[in-house]
């Protein structure tokens, strides 16, 4: 397999025999000069998707337009809008509070939704009991429809799809100024399941957030991270994944496709809960990523839920309140 860090190194080779060349041709004539031969720097150039990849991208929401009113609760307002990252269109909802918007405007909280099927999401259903509970708090909740859910473009489903993902959210998060009343100096991220994982992965390459608070969060290492999940419903599709990974990675890309391995650039405040009834991401994952949060000296809380399941579903409400107190704390002039 040709890979973009060969691809790198046999450039460098290329260059450094026609310097030889040269000098060899030189060195025939009594009157050349010396010629000395520089030798590049042969340090490979990170895979484009891994997370040194990503810090060396420009981001930016592409036509970002506002759409519909759409219906929500009483005292709030919503609506849907679209924008373009990496030549897709992407769809995604806005609700926030209605009346008067505050000095500096209204706190963002920008929401990484968890794993449904592309085919059968819906922009206007999905997470709005949390895009309401917040909105209802007083923040602006900007949740993006990644690529192939719902009316986005693209199929959504590709061998690095929570990368993908991940970008998508950058690109959104480069043009949250679009959106009218929104304090770009107070930005948050709720990440959910594989919102977790696109939020660890946000965290490492963007530094404009003020805190995160991730549910259930994904954060095996990085093919696992998706075969788990597949290899649970059907071996031979999970072994059609590792075939399509294959052909776009080597085994020595991993690591740096990892969030986990980049946990010493996280340098604001997170929020981490999980239930041990968890039923999707086993409550296991978390000891091993807690101690990664440790060593690499991330300032987090963890909250462990007796009994409770993926969603956190009996302590719901009061876990959202827990979020939105975290947020305001960390909230800056």
């Not at 307002?77 to 373009?84: I, L, N």
């Not at 706190?107 to 709005?128: C, Q, W």
């Not at 890309?253 to 999707?280: K, M, R």
């Amino acid at each position: 397999m040709f890979t973009q860090n060969k691809f790198g190194i046999l450039i460098s080779f290329i260059i450094i025999a026609v310097l030889v060349s040269c000098s060899r041709q030189n060195s025939t004539d009594p009157g050349s000069a010396t010629v000395e031969i520089a030798v590049q720097d042969e340090t490979p150039l990170p895979h484009l998707m891994s997370i040194e990849g990503l810090r060396t991208r420009e981001f930016k929401a592409e036509n970002f337009t506002l759409l519909n009113r759409v219906d929500t609760l009483e005292g709030l307002e919503a609506w849907d809008f679209s924008y373009k990252s990496e030549g897709y269109t992407n769809y995604g909802l806005i609700e926030k509070p209605a009346g008067d918007m505050p000095p500096g405007g209204w706190p963002v909280i920008v929401l990484a939704h968890g794993y449904i099927p592309p085919d059968s999401y819906s922009t206007l259903d999905n997470y709005r009991l949390v895009t309401r509970y917040y909105a209802d708090g007083g923040f602006i909740v900007v949740k993006p429809d990644y690529r192939g859910h719902g009316r986005s473009d693209s199929r959504g489903g590709g061998p690095a799809r929570t990368i993908d993902y991940s970008i998508d959210v950058l690109n959104l998060i480069a043009g949250l100024d679009n959106i009218p009343g929104a304090d770009m100096k107070n930005v948050f991220l709720y990440g959910h399941s594989m919102g977790g994982e696109i939020g660890l992965r946000i965290l490492t390459v963007n530094d404009s957030l003020r805190g995160a608070s991730l549910w259930a969060a994904v954060t095996e290492n990085f093919p696992e991270n998706t075969l788990y999940f597949i290899r649970r419903r059907s071996e031979k599709d999970a072994a059609r994944l590792q075939a399509l990974i294959d052909t776009e990675f080597s085994h020595e890309d991993y690591a740096s496709l990892t969030p986990n391995n980049y946990f010493d650039s996280i340098d604001v405040p997170i929020l981490v809960h999980h239930g041990t009834d968890d039923e999707s991401v086993p409550f296991e994952w978390s000891i091993p990523f807690r101690e990664r949060l440790d060593d690499a000296g991330v300032d987090y809380t963890f909250y462990e839920y007796l009994g409770e399941n993926h969603n956190i579903s009996k302590s719901f409400y009061k876990v959202m309140d827990k979020d939105m107190d975290f947020f305001r704390n960390l909230m800056g002039e």
